[in-house]
């Protein structure tokens, strides 16, 4: 039953809530706000509609806007001169599912397809191939990373709630007009028909959207479509790289770490719950519950057999102490660090200190006495072989690569760079490792001058008894055959 509840937390995490947390916190492998001074992006999610769609094109033709319509498959199918419609006043044409149905209860083949059957419904309908792609509720799994070459996802910078109809034209016009400056993403919604909608709400959307075109006009600003957005933002951000390309000062060495956004504040909260759960669904333990540095848990090692020091063996099956970092201790290890090496250097202190707690505390627990290693897997990998941890390669699989996508996560937010950190390392840099350690080694360099010594008879006496048992029915087998 834990195994089959672990199974379900790891692949809930890894396949749902840390893509959804990466593509808000960290904009990762998604476009989701612009860098340019006068153009901003309209988009309009769950068209096309018959009555609403055409009011919409209507109204954008007069203020000369051009926007992006991320178009439901089967509603495109419906109604193909709307599509192109779209496709011939210059607007661009996305993908937002073939149903309004979430990425995280489908299989990704199942997404696919939904990708696949739409892309093509836009081609048939105008003869261009789109490559954006914008998933219901903006929800992505970990498998829409893996589409990056074949689909852009986009989502948004600013969404107003425009979906329902009680928010009203004028709360929804001053909403937007907080929002309009160049460089936002706007999501708006030109059917009102998808769950959770509210069927006359482009009403109240239209007449909003008009206010804000005038104004818009006003301040010389200029809805475009998103691809013209990417292709500006990356343009500017090329020459602003090239610009801070002098060399580095004495002041910009000693710049002030970024305070924390509110929003990154509230991923790290969840975060830090999410983590409160686990452990108290798999009861993981500490020796320092005041100011735990990791938590550990026994578990049989499933594995390929790997030497540690000493040429001792761990093979599939043995019992290890498996630890598990406190985030809440890293994250504040990686606000106060530097660097790289001081957040490494802090941490090795920290992981120094305790384990003389954890080797006292295998001691007292007779439970833990026939553990025979530390394991864990970790990114932040420099320094642990003074320890006495063996450092290794993670064999490639499943496990490696959905390690690597949790790890990274886990190291933009620790990491006194954040998500900047991830962008300047080589690949070889973010690869986890596996680290294990002899149990008699922890006992014989971090006990208690020769406290590890009541350890080693227990494991001798349990050896003998386990000698006796066996020789007892062996015995028991002869005479059992010899009866028959």
């Known amino acids: 039953m834990e195994t089959l509840l672990l199974g379900l937390f790891y692949i809930s995490t890894l396949y749902a809530f840390i893509p959804g947390v990466i593509t808000r916190l960290f904009g990762f492998r998604v476009f989701r706000h612009g860098v340019s001074k006068d153009n901003f992006a309209l988009t309009f999610d769950d068209g096309p509609d018959p009555i609403y769609t055409p009011k ?192 580095v000062g004495e002041k910009s060495q000693h710049r002030a770490k970024p305070a924390l956004t509110r929003t990154k504040k509230f991923i790290v909260s969840l975060w830090l719950l999410w983590e409160r759960i686990f452990h108290f669904l798999f009861q993981l333990k500490t020796t320092n519950q005041e100011d735990p540095i990791f938590y550990f848990r026994p578990r049989p090692y499933h594995g390929e057999t790997v030497t540690m020091v000493g040429d001792i063996p761990l093979v599939s099956g043995d019992r290890v102490l498996e630890l598990h970092f406190d985030n809440k201790k890293l994250f504040q290890i990686g606000t106060r660090s530097r660097s790289s090496i001081h957040l490494a250097i802090q941490m ?72 900047a950190r991830l962008k300047q390392s080589s690949p070889k840099e973010l690869v986890p490792k596996l680290l294990v350690m002899p149990i008699e080694l922890l006992l014989e360099r971090y006990s208690d001058g020769g406290s590890h010594r009541k350890l080693k008879d227990d494991r001798r006496k349990q050896q003998e008894g386990t000698s006796e048992i066996t020789e007892v029915q062996e015995t028991e087998a002869v005479f059992s055959t010899s009866l028959t």
């Open 348 to 419: 090795i202190r920290g992981v120094e200190k305790t384990l003389p707690e954890l080797a006292q505390y295998v001691i007292e627990h007779p439970e833990l006495h026939d553990v025979k290693a530390l394991y864990g897997v970790t990114m932040i990998n420099r320094g642990p072989e003074q320890l006495g941890f063996t450092v290794m390669d993670l064999p490639n699989s499943l496990f490696a690569k959905t390690s690597k996508i949790y790890l990274k996560f886990l190291m933009s937010v620790i990491h006194p760079s954040g998500g």
């Open 56 to 247: 919409l094109l209507d109204l954008l033709e007069l203020y000369g806007a051009k926007a992006t319509f991320f178009v439901v498959g089967s509603n495109a199918e419906k109604y193909p001169e709307l599509v192109q419609r779209m496709h011939e006043e210059g607007h661009l044409i996305g993908i937002h599912n073939y149903v309004h149905k979430t990425n995280w209860l489908m299989a990704p083949a199942t997404v696919k397809k939904q990708i696949q059957k739409t892309t093509k419904i836009i081609h048939d309908i105008t003869g261009v191939t789109t490559h954006y792609y914008r998933p219901p509720w903006g929800i992505v799994n970990l498998f829409d990373f893996a589409k990056r070459n074949e689909t852009q996802i986009v989502l948004w910078s600013a969404m107003f709630g425009d979906w329902r109809q009680r928010i009203g034209a004028d709360r929804l016009t001053k909403r937007m007009m907080k929002k309009l400056r160049g460089g936002e993403v706007f999501l708006l919604h030109d059917c009102g028909t998808t769950l959770g909608a509210n069927s006359d709400a482009p009403v109240q959307m239209l007449i909003a959207l008009e206010r804000v075109l005038q104004e818009a006009q006003q301040r010389g600003l200029q809805s475009i479509r998103i691809d013209e957005m990417i292709e500006i933002s990356h343009a500017t951000k090329k020459k602003g790289a090239f610009a801070s390309s002098s060399p």
